[in-house]
Every structure is written in structure tokens, then in C-alpha cells.
């Protein structure tokens, strides 16, 4: 399916009509349905478990460094806001002991072909500290060396220069995620992330210098003060920056469950009406610069590893967003932090006082999870169709789950039948195809195969974002 152009994606009525709440499906099942029942014992059993297929499975690493030296207002990640550099030294002590307890957990002979660190801000960390955690990394799991991996970092340009992007290269990291947000100085004052053009760009030219393969910019609309003009000139910036990636969010206001948005005021929010309006030109401005609109807030130049792979059918989503790396078990490393590791979900302490605690007494701060059932992996493959390769094809999956998808499903094609009455999504006999508009409403379409979401009790408080 080629690229749709703006008109076939963006109808402001459409979109109204099914701007609900819903998950964002980096995971199925979502995380709100993680339960303390699936801890630590069931997670080594199924790390030890995973060694044994052939061929083995690679490794995914993701690291939680959740350190931040100021308050981003509309943040909604699990971060610790100080500027004492010297809290992130007892945080990297059981960092690595975490990192010694996991890598014990799986054969030298699984490759780590995805690396991710997140955060917070991980140029919190200085240099010494980055090539620290590197080496004990190394030392317990087996990182390539042909450069042929993908491994990303999140950088603040307020808290990088050039010489931490070479760091952070010959360090092995050859993708790079940028924070920007918006440029407009009313919105950044608003928001508490002041942050210039020349700032951002500085950290983009050296990344280019030193042979990154790959730039992310992550910008938000929705935000205080933010209209149609301001928001362009913001996207003309970043499109004359040229990144490879871009990452436009939706901004949720939930001031009544992440406490910094409450210095935020509700009054300076763009009008719903405008902010569908800024989306609606972000969406044409992008594919008209030649970047391909990839679906759930995710733009990529055509020939980017993520369009390369959603063509062949191949694109996944995981806790960091899309993924060229399906193939992977994902271990999750630092507070909070999520992993995949064969049929389960597992998810780390959240407060950095018990994280400690399990670390300095030998044990794995693995303290909930999810184990999937024979219904659970089946939806997954739909929903992760779905989202990332545009469309399910029914003949593998009967053979997989030895169903027949048009009796299995017959509930969900009547709910889709609607959604194809709205142009969303073709229904074939064989298969279903994600339509041009439902790029933009993928998610959607993918809740009329949750499961769980449906079972949600009425009235239920929103776990979850609105789709626009």
C-alpha cells in the first residue's frame, strides 16, 4: 500500500466521531492488567526457559535511567527531578547488579541486537559513568561489534554537547532520539523546557559527524499556547534539520495523575478544535516533505528502517514504540522498567527506595507481571497486524491457532463492518487491510480485538490517553 496523501487521511468529523480513550498497545495485554502474582520465580523461569529454543532468540536491552536536573510540566514518565549528580552514582551501583543478576539469567550465545536507553534524561549521567555501565554491560551480555545492532539513546540538547554524542558513539550507540517538544518560547516557557533551535540542531550535526545511522525528534501538540501558525514554524525547523524520524504525540492533560501537569492551566490548552487543526496540518506538512506517515503519532522517511519494514510486513511495537526487532526477548533493566521475555510481561519496582532494597539483597526487582494464554497470543498477532503492518492476513494464523477467524472473530467483524462503512478498514474474505483514514485511528481498530478492554467494568476510571 503506497503512502496516502492528507486529504485521504485527515477528516475532522471522522475523527471526532472516534476520538475515545484507548490503550497504545506497546504491549497486549496492556500494562493496567499486570498482577503481583507473576514475580520474580516465574520470571526466571521463563528467561531459563527461552535459552533452550533453536535457534536461540536475540536480546533486547532496555535501560531506565530515570534521572532528570528539571521538571518537564507535561511529563508523564517515571522520573526523579534533581540536580545532584551525585544521586545517579548509587542508582548505577545497583544498576549493574541488576544487570549481573539478568545477564546470569541467559546464554552467552543471545545476541543483544536492540539496546535502548530511556529515561528521564540519560545524558544525566556523565562520560565516565556512560562508559561504566557500557563496560558492565559487556561483561554480562554479548553486545555486537559489526555496528549491524540497533542501539538508541534519549538526548536532551540541554544536557549533551559534542563531545558526549562522540562519547556516546564509541560507546557503540548509532541511533538517537532528540527531545524537542515545540520551539515556539511562550509554549517552552509554559511547559518548563527552554530550549533553542541552535541547541537542538548542534546535537543533530554531531550526531551526523559521528556516523549515527539514525535521528528521532519527538515533538507534542497540544500544549499550552500552541495553534496552527506556531506549531508550523516549529515543523519547519525541524524538517529543515532533517531527521530521519519524527514522533508527534498527543498531549493528554491529567493533571490529577501525573503532578507536574498541574502547573500547567487547563485554560491555556489549545481548544479542542485547534489542536485537531494542528494535527491535521503536522500530518500534511510531513507527508508533503516526503516522510511517510507510519500510524500511531510516527512519521519516517521512506527509506528508514521502520517504512522499510512496515512494507514487508515485518514492523512491531514494544515499550519504546516500533520495532524492527520482533524476534527479540526484551529484558527491562532500572526502576519501572517493562520486558518481554518469551509468552510474559514483567514490570520493575517503582520507587527507587525498594528498588535498592531487592537489588542489595541478591534478589530481582521484578515485582508484577503477566503470563499470556492461547486467546491472549492470538489477539496479540491481530492487534500488532494491525498497528504495525496495516493489516492481518487470516489463512497463517488459522494454521498457528488452528481456528477459523471468521467464526473465532465473528463478533469483532461485525464491529469492523461499521468501521468499513467509515472507510477505516477493508474486510476481504481472506483478510482485512487497514484503509488510508485508519492510519490515523489505528488504535481503534485494534481495541475491537481487546479483550480485556472490553471486559472493563462501566464507569471504570480512564487508564488511558484519547487516540487524537
Not at 541488576?98 to 552467552?108: H, K, M, P, T, V
Not at 515545540?182 to 540542531?201: C, G, K, L, M, Y
Not at 526487582?365 to 496479540?380: S, T
Not at 472507510?423 to 492510519?439: D, F, K, M, N, Q
Request: overall charge neutral.
Amino acid at each position: 500500500m503506497g503512502a496516502p496523501t492528507y486529504t485521504a487521511l485527515f477528516d475532522a468529523e471522522r475523527i471526532r466521531r472516534y476520538d475515545t480513550a484507548g490503550p497504545r498497545y506497546t504491549s497486549y495485554p496492556t500494562a493496567p492488567l499486570f498482577h503481583e502474582g507473576f514475580a520474580e520465580p516465574e520470571y526466571r523461569a521463563w528467561a531459563q526457559r527461552g535459552n533452550a529454543a533453536q535457534p536461540p532468540r536475540p536480546l533486547s536491552l532496555y535501560f531506565h535511567l530515570p534521572f532528570c536536573a528539571t521538571v518537564c510540566f507535561y511529563c508523564a514518565c517515571n522520573k526523579v527531578v534533581t540536580r545532584d549528580r551525585s544521586r545517579a552514582a548509587p542508582y548505577l551501583e545497583r544498576l549493574i547488579r541488576e544487570i549481573e543478576l539478568q545477564g546470569a539469567l541467559f546464554d552467552r550465545a543471545r545476541s543483544v541486537d536492540q539496546l535502548a536507553w530511556g529515561g528521564g534524561t540519560p545524558t544525566f549521567l556523565d562520560h565516565d559513568q556512560i562508559r561504566a555501565l557500557m563496560a558492565a554491560t559487556r561483561r554480562h551480555f554479548t553486545l555486537r561489534d559489526d555496528d549491524r545492532g540497533e542501539y538508541s539513546v534519549e538526548v536532551d540538547p540541554r544536557e549533551a554537547d559534542a563531545e558526549t554524542i562522540a562519547v556516546l558513539r564509541a560507546e557503540g550507540f548509532n541511533r538517537l532520539s532528540i527531545g524537542v517538544q515545540d520551539f515556539d518560547p511562550r509554549v517552552q516557557r509554559a511547559v518548563n523546557r527552554i530550549q533553542s533551535e541552535a541547541q537542538t540542531v548542534e546535537v543533530m550535526e554531531a550526531a551526523r559527524r559521528e556516523g549515527f545511522h539514525s535521528i528521532n525528534v519527538d515533538l507534542i501538540y497540544g500544549l499550552p499556547f500552541q495553534d496552527v501558525g506556531s506549531f508550523a514554524r516549529t515543523l519547519d525547523k525541524v524538517i529543515a534539520a532533517g531527521p530521519d524520524r519524527l514522533s508527534v504525540f498527543n498531549y493528554a492533560h491529567l493533571p490529577e495523575r501525573f503532578k507536574p501537569q498541574r502547573r500547567i492551566r487547563a485554560e491555556d490548552l489549545p481548544p479542542p478544535a485547534e489542536k485537531l487543526a494542528i494535527l491535521g496540518h503536522t500530518i500534511e506538512r510531513l507527508t508533503a516533505a516526503g516522510y511517510v506517515y507510519i500510524g500511531m503519532d510516527h512519521f519516517a522517511r521512506p527509506d528508514d528502517e521502520l517504512a522499510r519494514a512496515q512494507r514487508a510486513g515485518t514492523l512491531y511495537r514494544n515499550f519504546q514504540g516500533y520495532s524492527t526487532h520482533a524476534d527479540c526477548d526484551l529484558v527491562g533493566l532500572g526502576v519501572t522498567a517493562i520486558g518481554k521475555v518469551g509468552d510474559t510481561y514483567s514490570q520493575n519496582l517503582r520507587d527507587l527506595p525498594a528498588y535498592y532494597e531487592r537489588l542489595d539483597a541478591g534478589r530481582l526487582p521484578v515485582f508484577r507481571g503477566y503470563e499470556l494464554d492461547a486467546d491472549d497470543r492470538l489477539r496479540r498477532d491481530v492487534i500488532m497486524g494491525l498497528a504495525c503492518n496495516l493489516g492481518v492476513a487470516f489463512d497463517p494464523l488459522e494454521a498457528r491457532y488452528g481456528i477459523v477467524f471468521a467464526d473465532y472473530f465473528r463478533r469483532e467483524l461485525e464491529e469492523l463492518a461499521v468501521m468499513a462503512e467509515d472507510g477505516l478498514v477493508e474486510i476481504g474474505s481472506r483478510a482485512i487491510r487497514v484503509a488510508p483514514p485508519g492510519r490515523l485511528l489505528v488504535r481503534n481498530l485494534c481495541m475491537v480485538f481487546d479483550r480485556h478492554l472490553r471486559a472493563r467494568r462501566a464507569g471504570e476510571p480512564r487508564a488511558f490517553s484519547r487516540v487524537i
